[in-house]
């Protein structure tokens, strides 16, 4: 089943562009990290929360992705509770909060420099919808 989500990891052009490596992809799980690099930064010196967006997007994709069906994003919200600095290493961990049918919902932290005990950089939300449900003969609940 983890099958999609290593597909579409090894295809995801803008997350190789941007530096990101695959930590971990489990079912409804998917940890990404990102060194913050020169290129990243904004006029304050300081790790553009659109990278950051990015960091947390990918790991959303990646738990979305993990139970077979192609999922795509039905949108996020992102709260910033700390900056990133230059050459911090991001960690975005993300996890299933609910999957009804072809609606997912999805929970990121993004840390710094640990993806355990790091300080919380941003709170990711993502909804996601698949675009076709498993044939198992049931509905995923």
Known sequence: MLETAHAMWAADRASAMLGMEAVEVAP?????????????????????????????DSAFALACNSHGPVAVAAGFTIDFLRPGRLGQTLYAEAREVSLRGRSGLYDVTVRADDPETGEVI??????SRSRSLPDRGEPRA
């Open 28 to 56: 409804g799980r998917g940890t990404v990290s990102m060194v913050v690099r020169p290129d990243m930064v904004n006029g304050h010196d300081l790790c553009h929360g659109g990278v950051i967006a990015s960091l947390a």
């Open 122 to 127: 941003a709170e990711f939300r993502g909804r």
